[in-house]
């Protein structure tokens, strides 16, 4: 079976919230929704102790497709064990999933829950390729559900608060902006352990490929997926999307029109990504954002928005705007607190269920604003491994070399 046939083959399952709701379809601020749990690593492992502890919440189901996983997420939760999230997806007294397999899963999955009735808690990013991207966002207008993208830190105040002073004129025209992500870990990011008893007694490596290429057995496509092209985009699609959903809040949520990318193996060549990636992204609106992302060294720049009248220093909740010399006799130097929420995680599930009560589509991170940065995030990865420049239509929502 090809990609192309196994992405039509989802499910058309029908369901809707389980609990009592009004005539208008929004719960009460008591109800108990019934979430699960598909995919039980590291990540999702993290969201399920979070859910188990919530009190607004009763975990009903948990899914992997490795049994050691499995084991533990239903000795932590006491939830019921699925191989299948299919079969999850069939109970009608669920309401919500969280979502956290290896990217090249999202769409698929995502697609699957908002069709049988369930809202998604969708971790980052939303999808593998940027036309998946798309195929979510026209699932997520066309069934209605309510979807949360885990890039926690959009639920901090500063960015929405930036974005306000911005279109407010604070700092004049947009011109550039940069921001970053950088860690450095002496064996590189993303090498987990390798379970050496791994095989086909406890690991379901055909559905571990799902959409993806079909390729032999190896445990270590399978626990450390992410240094691999054919299910994640490397830096791209696990670091740079975090500082783009937020920074994109504060510049408005626009498409790309062109992209270029560079990427080396500066220090760690054990794997497809590369470990230091640097794009630039030029938008609609007629600005552009420069990006950095490495796993060789932990000094990131700082995240600051350049507008021809006065230029943005933002850090932790604080905002600093600064004007431009020209601009020094009608402007003045400012600083303004932003609301601090703490737990940004904490925070961003609180906000996704409460979406969830109140039928909202407008969460925190949205697919809207997700779509638009997978799109940019893709582009960067196709420039640096076509070797080209990419270009996107917003209008005819197509990308190009």
Known sequence: MDRRQFLKGSLGVLGGLALAADENGVLGANDRLNVALIGCGGQGMHHLHRLV???AVKVVGVCDIYKPRLAEARRVSGAEGYHDYRRLLDRQDLDAVWIATPDHWHMKMGIDAMEAGKDVYQEKP???YWHEAK???????????VVQVGSQDCSRGIWG???ELVREGRIGKLVWSQ???ARNLRDGDWTYGVDLDAGSHNLDWEAFLGPAERRPFDPERFFRWRKYWDYSGGIATDLYVHVLHTLCITLGNEFPVRAVSSGQFCVHNDRETPDTFLSVIDYAG???????????NEQGLPVVVRGHEATMYLSGSQISLKPERIFAGSRR???IEAPDVGDAIAEHHANFLDCVRRRDQRTNCHVDLAYK?????DMTIECYRKNRVMVFDPVAEEMRS
Request: charged share 20%; net charge positive.
């Open 161 to 163: 608060r930036a974005g």
């Open 179 to 181: 921001t970053s992500i």
């Open 135 to 145: 195929a979510y966002h026209r699932a997520w207008k066309r069934t209605g559900r």
């Open 126 to 128: 939303l999808t593998r």
């Open 53 to 55: 502890g919530n009190k």
């Open 333 to 335: 130097e400012e600083t």
């Open 373 to 377: 940065v997978m799109v940019a995030v």
């Open 286 to 296: 007629g600005h552009s954002l420069m990006i950095a992302g490495t796993q060789a």
